[in-house]
């Protein structure tokens, strides 16, 4: 996301609303996409799917290695110049970080990463922004609440950055343990972004526009009691909400868990399947540019 | 009173001044000038005018490339390359830190990409004091005593 310009943010989200609502019309016919999750993954794998046969274009997938070349050891760089040979454009998941832009840089095609490692999630932040954008008719001057695993969720790392070219202010709540990592916050320092840490996300929310909540999962506890100990200060429920603003939406990136109670789901204030939704305008968007479709 | 030097001159070579003070085995290391047969001289914690202390490195019949001379400059932004010729100062510099060092550092990331395709690394600088570099793949961040180094 850090090459991402505050222009190409703006220009895409754009795009993806002309999509949603039909003032343009994007043929995809006759281009196919090779999706490459070289680490499985089903929502993601899902939505490029979905944007990609919406837009009449065509697809050919892997899921995980173990019926592939991979395992025979080819590496990385011939398994994604064989594939070249095919497709139109390339969408890959991978646990090694920085393997999408290897990737990018191996072949000729355009190459969109669907998450590398713990490292990026670009489209996700994307959707993310989208979301944001289309809730509060803005993305600018946002008070936005992240809630739960910051350490290990890549998704806020790539939205916390994201949405630091339009002065936000974040609180961040977590464990003490799955804080957002030290690179996040320097990189928001550098750029003057005002943010605070809590354990508790009750005390600031009559004032947040956006919250994202992300899972914090009990295995990356070494102890259990400490996990029992926080794990209810992060469930959001309708209790909760009680003093939030009009505009105020939850976000998440699914899938979820406990972390947001199922009586959420019916208020105003629940946006995460319209989110994932959004995901596929987005990335729609996303492969029209790079293919140069419109 | 006479000057003594307490370093040998060296006839032909490059001489690294203005050491940060303890860092000279760290720059010999990352220059790797132990192992090519050149005849290498290092003083530590001498005495100087400028610095307090500093150290120094000398190299007989090895002229620095700019590559690595802007390495010494993550470890030791102070240091001053001499290039010798004939017992003579040919040439005289201070070094900058670069802002993208390509295929020289290594990735202290294992599932970073560079540690498991055949791809040259490329770090650029994400901080001067302390140096901190960023990985142009992984985009992990790492002091630059973290990162180990290779020619």
Redesign the interface.
């Known amino acids: 996301m850090r090459d991402v310009s505050k222009e190409d943010i703006l220009k895409l989200i754009d795009l993806a609303d002309k999509i949603e609502t039909g003032k343009i019309k994007v043929d995809m016919t006759g281009k196919l996409a090779a999706l490459l999750f070289f680490e499985p993954s089903t929502r993601t794998h899902f939505s490029f799917e979905t944007a990609v046969k919406k837009l009449g274009g065509n697809t050919f997938s892997m899921s995980g290695t173990s019926s592939t070349s991979v395992k025979k050891g080819e590496t990385l760089a011939d398994t994604l110049m064989t594939i070249s040979m095919y497709a139109d454009i390339i969408v890959m998941r991978h646990v090694i970080e920085g393997a999408a832009r290897f990737a990018a840089e191996t072949v000729k095609i355009p190459v969109i990463n669907a998450g590398d490692g713990t490292n990026q999630h670009p489209t996700q932040a994307m959707l993310d922004l989208f979301s944001i954008q289309k809730t509060q008719g803005t993305l600018n001057n946002l008070t936005i609440g992240m809630v739960g695993d910051l350490r290990l969720g890549r998704t806020v790392h790539s939205l916390a950055q994201a949405l630091s070219d339009f002065n936000p202010k974040f609180y961040f709540a977590s464990p003490r343990h799955l804080q957002m990592p030290v690179y996040i916050k320097d990189d928001l320092k550098a750029k003057n972004i005002e943010f605070a840490e809590l354990e508790d996300i009750k005390e600031v929310m009559h004032e947040l526009d956006i919250m994202y909540v992300t899972r914090i999962q009990k295995e990356r506890f070494a102890v259990l009691e400490d996990y029992e100990k926080v794990k209810d200060s992060y469930i959001i429920s309708k209790k909760l909400l009680e003093n939030v603003k009009k505009n105020f939406k939850v976000l998440h990136p699914l899938p979820r868990v406990n972390e947001i109670t199922k009586d959420v789901d019916n208020t105003e204030y629940a946006y995460y399947f319209q989110q994932a939704r959004n995901g596929v305008f987005m990335r729609q968007a996303i492969i029209t540019e790079l293919l140069n479709l419109k | 009173m006479k000057k003594q030097l307490k370093v040998d001159p060296i006839k032909n070579g490059t001489v690294i001044d203005h050491i940060t003070s303890g860092k000279a085995l760290q720059v010999a290391e990352i220059l790797n000038v132990g192992n090519n047969g050149n005849e290498i001289m290092i003083g530590i914690n001498l005495a100087s005018k400028k610095m307090g202390k500093k150290d120094i490195i000398k190299i007989e019949n090895r002229e620095l490339s700019k590559e690595e001379a802007g390495s010494i400059a993550l470890i030791s932004p102070t240091a001053t390359l001499i290039i010798i010729e004939d017992y003579k100062v040919v040439k005289k510099f201070g070094i900058e830190i670069p802002k993208e060092i390509n295929h020289h550092i290594i990735c202290p990331?294992s599932?970073?990409?560079?540690n498991?395709?055949?791809?040259p690394t490329r770090f650029e600088l994400a901080?001067k004091n302390p140096v901190e570099v960023r990985?142009?793949?992984?985009?992990?961040?790492y002091f630059i005593d973290e990162v180990k180094f290779r020619f």
Not at chain 2, 111 to 114: G, V
Not at chain 2, 116 to 119: G, Q
């Open positions: 990331n599932k970073c990409i560079t498991i395709e055949e791809v901080g990985c142009g793949y992984c985009e992990k961040k």
